[in-house]
Every structure is written in structure tokens, then in C-alpha cells.
């Protein structure tokens, strides 16, 4: 069997920690990352008979027994998982009832997978309907996304609207849009439900007042997401309150479309 350290999906997970980390975007146990994996991939690396643990999650998700998924842990910081993996990460199974994680690797001090259990599990099943190459749900708190959810009307087409305009990639990078919940208790099956009803028309759900959710094929690209629409927001912060005198014209919007093959979603352009 070989070493877990070093499997190529446990590297990227604790790049990809690490640096968020140093993005600012989870200061003390803020955020959260899950990564659904192949079984070959683990079996590679571990027994998969040997379960540590069992763990009740508090909500139903058969559509996903049996699925292993690479997850932080509850209060763990984004900042220690690169000197800890095994105490700040774990690896869990989607058991058959679909109502328990068992726990293969990981959380080795007692830990429990994230608080926002519910939203990642309950998301990644309806991305993968819309997109069966769907492996990561993440979770941070980015300043500026966060800062605009004060400022700015939480309308989604509003919302998509202003971030698209404040860099020219933005509307090639997430033309799906930003979908928005208003403030609402954390860590609930009752957010998770919410998340992931906004999961199945974009890739990207602000969290008002909290944060935001990225899902996407890999980390990589999951992070480049979450990275695109909290520059954009850094622009808005930036000239929101000076007087606007360009912008990027609808117009101009379609030219980005057809030049870079995408449709914006639809009804948000005119
Ligand atoms: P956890 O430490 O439980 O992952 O919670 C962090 C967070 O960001 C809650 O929304
Ligand atoms: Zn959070």
C-alpha cells in the first residue's frame, strides 16, 4: 500500500488549503473544502474494509453511498492542514443507508468532518446531475465578496450583472453567474438544502453576509472560480463609491461570448 502523504490528491488538497489560507479567505477554522474521489483512486492508499469510524451525518443523501469524498474537519485551520494532514483532513465513505460517513483515514484526534457537512454533500448531488465531472465543493470567506454583500442589492441578476462588469474575463470565466442566499444559519441541513437548490443553475453561490461556495471538475479550477469572482468584487470595492464613467457594455458582453465560445445565462444580458 502506498503512502496516502503522498497521493496525488492528497498533495493538491493541502496546496489548495494552504493556499487559501494565504488568500485570506479562511482565517481561523473559516472554510471548507470536500473532493470526491474514485475508489481505485483510494484503494491505492488505503484498505477500504477497515473502517476507524462511523459518523451519523443528520441528513439523507443515498445518492451518494458509497462515495468517497477527501473532507476538512470541523474548527480545523486551513493553515495548520499542511503540518497536520491527518489531523485537520479525513476520509470518509458515503455509507449504503446514506445517513452515516465512515471514517477510512483521518481526524485523527476525534475530529468530525466540516459543520457545512450537509451543504458540500447535498451540492456535489445536484452539480453532478448538471455535470457528472463535478468533484470538489469549497467553501472561504473572502473579504470582498463578503464586503459587497453589504453594499450591494443581493438581486442575482444585479449581482451577476456588477461582477461580470468589473473584469473582462469574468462573464468567460463563471457565465453561469453568481447565485445568492440571504443571510441564514450555518452549519444546518436547512443551508444546505438552499445551497444546493442555487447549485443546480450556477457553479457559484454567495453566502450574504458569510462567504461563498465554488463547485467545479478540480481543485484547480474550483479555486480559479472562487479567485475570478473575489477580484472582481475587489474592483467593485474599489470604485463603488467613485463616480462610474466606462463600464463593460452589453454589447461588449456578447462580443466576449462569441469570441470565447460561451453563453451567458440566460435572460441576464440585453
Ligand atoms: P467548520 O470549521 O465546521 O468547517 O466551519 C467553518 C465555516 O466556514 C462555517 O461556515
Ligand atoms: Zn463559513
Known amino acids: 500500500m502506498k503512502d496516502i502523504l503522498t497521493a496525488p490528491f492528497m ?12 488568500h485570506g479567505w479562511d482565517e481561523r477554522n473559516g472554510g471548507n473544502i470536500s473532493l470526491l474521489l474514485d475508489k481505485d483512486a483510494v484503494s491505492a492508499y488505503l484498505d477500504t474494509e477497515t473502517v476507524l469510524r462511523t459518523i451519523p451525518t443528520g441528513f439523507s443523501a443515498p ?13 480545523k485551520y486551513f493553515k495548520n492542514v499542511q503540518y497536520a494532514p491527518e489531523v485537520n483532513l479525513g476520509l470518509v465513505r458515503i455509507a449504503t443507508d446514506g445517513e452515516h460517513a465512515e471514517l477510512l483515514w483521518g481526524f485523527a484526534d476525534g475530529g468530525n468532518f466540516t459543520s457545512e457537512f450537509p451543504a458540500h454533500m447535498m451540492s456535489h448531488v445536484e452539480r453532478l446531475k448538471v455535470d457528472p465531472n463535478n468533484r470538489v465543493v469549497m467553501h472561504c470567506h473572502p473579504a470582498n465578496l463578503l464586503a459587497m454583500t453589504y453594499v450591494h442589492d443581493l438581486d442575482e441578476i444585479k449581482f451577476t450583472r456588477t461582477l461580470w462588469q468589473m473584469c473582462t474575463e469574468c462573464i468567460v470565466v463563471f457565465p453561469d453567474g453568481v447565485n445568492v442566499l440571504p443571510w441564514m444559519l450555518c452549519g444546518t441541513n436547512e443551508i444546505g438544502v438552499a445551497t444546493a437548490e442555487k447549485m443546480r443553475t ?10 461563498i461556495y465554488g463547485a467545479g471538475k478540480d481543485l484547480d479550477e474550483t479555486f480559479g472560480l472562487i479567485e475570478t469572482a473575489e477580484k472582481a ?3 467593485y470595492m474599489k470604485i463603488a463609491h467613485l463616480q462610474l464613467v466606462n463600464t463593460i457594455t452589453d454589447e461588449q458582453m456578447h462580443l466576449l ?9 440566460e435572460g441576464y444580458l440585453n
Open 233 to 235: 468584487a475587489e474592483i
Open 63 to 75: 445518492e451518494l453511498a458509497g462515495r468517497y469524498f477527501l473532507v476538512t474537519g470541523t474548527g
Open 202 to 211: 450556477a457553479r457559484l453561490v454567495v453566502w450574504a453576509q458569510h462567504g
Open 11 to 22: 498533495v493538491e488538497m493541502i496546496r489548495t488549503a494552504t493556499n487559501m489560507y494565504a
Open 257 to 265: 461570448e462569441q469570441r470565447f465560445g460561451v453563453k451567458a445565462r
